[in-house]
């Protein structure tokens, strides 16, 4: 007991001289460099008071109303460059977060991506593809009233050319083409609406991917084949006396008979001018322009974004026209796709559908083609080209 005793007497020594002992006051808490602290109580409740309130910089705006940073994403919303270490030339608004304010037709004046935004999913997709579905109605419900336009007179067996070789070859080419380019273009634009809930995700993502590569890749020969086309038949679409009766009449379907035409009537030029030359060359160079293919552009978002909506737009009016000259080319007009298939007609197909064209051939002013087996005739004489 008595060693516990002096134990404890020892520990109280010990203690007391320890206490006595001066200690080292602590360092004062200092800020880093370059730092300064700040606390959402210090703002200031007259601070929208003040004149130049709207102008300030994002650095006094921190000294009235700490964590406001409104200067800033004002500026990055007005499209204000920051810095960016990709080179300009590859990348011109790289430090470009939000585009500037701008209006594109059908959108409101907002920053120029919600603009496009607003103009692909508010105008092109809906009434582009309410477009698409009242022609394809439009088209069955004529197949349904009218029906198809047929010979009235019984064939003859002698055979006209109506397309050369090389004429059906520039067109089958551009037809190849625009199949897989309308195909995949319908599927990326609106596949979404009435294949995803079919087929899932995972099979629609593997589809649009194959598609999309279809699509650059049918690009380049839908181009070369559309200027072959444009100068092959440009001649013969060219406007003649005629073509503007064709047009009031409507052809003279309506009428139980058709109107006299050359070897293309006006309805057919219509799609070749319309259709194929203007809406073709406009789809042509938007794609270039979004493929980045054109010299001379400065490649913004802004360029990609005008680009895009005249080539959906373009697409779409074109597939509209081009649905409808598929219709009479093929279930349309019967004995019109036996022409482009093996390039011959019958004449009274030919006498029937563009008269002036056969009264043509009947004098000898345009040249013809037989078949060897098919049968001469004396009343038409066959022209060696």
Not at 125 to 131: F, S
Not at 321 to 326: A, F, K, L, N, S
Request: proline content about 6%; overall charge positive.
């Amino acid at each position: 007991m008595k060693a516990f005793s002096l134990v404890g007497v020892l520990l109280v020594l010990a203690g007391s001289v320890f206490a006595q002992m001066p200690t080292a006051a602590p360092a004062p808490a200092t800020d880093l460099p370059g730092i300064t602290s700040q606390n959402i109580a210090d703002v200031k409740p007259d601070a929208t008071q003040d004149p130049g309130y709207a102008s300030q910089s994002n650095g006094q705006r921190a000294l009235v109303q700490p964590g406001n940073n409104a200067p800033m994403w004002r500026q990055v919303g007005s499209g204000v460059a920051g810095y960016s270490s990709l080179p300009a030339s590859q990348a011109p608004e790289a430090g470009v977060l939000i585009q500037p304010y701008t209006q594109y037709p059908g959108s409101r004046m907002t920053n120029a991506g919600e603009a496009w935004r607003q103009v692909r999913n508010n105008i092109l997709l809906p009434y582009g593809g309410a477009m698409l579905l009242i022609v394809l109605g439009a088209i069955a419900l004529f197949h349904w009233k009218i029906g198809p336009l047929k010979v009235k007179e019984s064939p003859t067996g002698r055979m006209v050319e109506r397309f050369s070789a090389f004429e059906r070859s520039a067109h089958w080419a551009n037809v190849a083409a625009f199949v897989t380019l309308a195909v995949s273009g319908v599927v990326m634009a609106f596949g979404k609406f009435f294949l995803l809930p079919v087929i899932g995700s995972t099979l629609f993502g593997w589809l649009t991917y194959a598609l999309k590569n279809a699509h650059n890749f049918a690009g380049p020969l839908f181009a070369v084949s559309l200027l072959i086309v444009i100068i092959t038949f440009a001649r013969d679409n060219m406007p003649a006396k005629g073509d503007l009766n064709w047009l009031l009449k409507g052809g003279g379907v309506f009428a139980g008979h058709e109107i006299d035409s050359g070897r293309f009537n006006a309805g057919e030029k219509v799609v070749f001018w319309g259709g194929v030359f203007a809406l073709g060359l406009t789809v042509v160079i938007s794609g270039l322009v979004m493929d980045k293919l054109l010299p001379g552009l400065t490649y913004e978002r802004s360029t990609m974004q005008i680009a895009h909506m005249v080539h959906a737009a373009s697409n779409i009016l074109m597939l509209v026209i081009m649905i409808g000259h598929i219709y009479m080319g093929t279930a349309g007009t019967k004995g019109a796709y036996d022409g482009m298939k093996t390039g011959y007609v019958d004449e009274t197909w030919a006498e029937q559908h563009h008269k002036l064209w056969y009264d043509e051939i009947k004098n000898s002013k345009t040249p013809i083609h037989r078949p060897p087996t098919a049968a001469t005739s004396a009343s038409v004489q066959p022209v060696q080209v």
